[in-house]
């Protein structure tokens, strides 16, 4: 049996409706933001079982040890991103259920999106052509080297943690564009962000974040 896009009861319009108030509570203010959130059916990016919590601000096990981000992050994360350039072309490392993909889908020109396990890309391109989003390109490989061969990017969202920053991935940013990134070890992380004025990188500290840790290579 597969779930209906659109939803009903816990997994409805009134419930994405709910999630963007609660968003909104918690000082999301990009109103583009705000409808992607509206828009995107969450309940399709997480196992039947727990559909009925996808709109609650948290995250959730999506298998394999990883977990969907919080709402709450994938917002954050997108309004920093789309702040003050026109934002174009977007890397994200860590494809995992595809949400945040799906989300960035809607507000950007293209999304490439790169996963280091097999199964959980499969499942996210399943997504992304069950609701017909086609503008997303993503590949089965290590993400902490970035997407070289794609590059350069507007943007680069990273949501899984490394415990020191991968440098290439700032090679791969136009000038003027942002890396968007947790780091540090479980239970100290934050997220930064780092943007790119010529040869120079300028870092800010946004805040305190929980995410699973990057890891290196792939897993089938
Ligand atoms: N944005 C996703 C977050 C999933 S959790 C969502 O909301 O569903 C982070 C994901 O990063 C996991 O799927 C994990 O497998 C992936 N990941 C960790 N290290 C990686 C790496 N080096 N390259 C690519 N993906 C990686």
């Not at 319009?13 to 969450?42: F, G, M, W």
């Not at 969907?68 to 997108?78: C, K, N």
């Not at 503008?135 to 290590?142: F, G, V």
């Amino acid at each position: 049996m597969s779930l209906s896009i659109t939803g009903v009861g816990m997994t409805s319009q009134r419930a994405r409706d709910r999630l963007v108030n609660i968003l909104r509570e918690n000082n999301i203010k990009n109103e583009a933001v705000l409808s992607a959130v509206a828009s995107v059916p969450r309940h399709l990016f997480v196992d039947e079982a727990l559909a009925s919590r996808a709109y609650e601000n948290i995250s959730l096990p999506i298998g394999h040890g990883q977990t969907i981000s919080q709402p709450y992050m994938v917002a954050r994360m997108t309004e920093v991103l789309l702040e003050g350039e026109n934002v174009k072309r977007v890397l994200e490392v860590g494809t995992g259920s595809g949400y945040q993909t799906a989300i960035l889908s809607k507000l950007v020109f293209s999304v490439f999106s790169v996963e280091r396990i097999k199964p959980l890309l499969e499942n996210a391109r399943d997504k992304f052509r069950q609701l017909k989003l086609n503008n997303i390109l993503t590949r089965y490989s290590d993400g902490g080297w970035g997407w070289p061969e794609k590059a350069l990017y507007d943007a680069i969202i990273v949501t899984a943690a490394p415990e020191t920053l991968p440098t290439s991935l700032l090679e791969q940013l136009v000038d003027g564009g942002k890396l968007i990134i947790p780091i540090g070890k479980k239970g100290e992380q934050e997220l930064f962000l780092f943007q790119r004025l010529g040869d120079k990188f300028h870092k800010k500290v946004l805040e305190k974040v929980s995410f699973v840790p990057l890891l290196k290579g792939r897993t089938e």
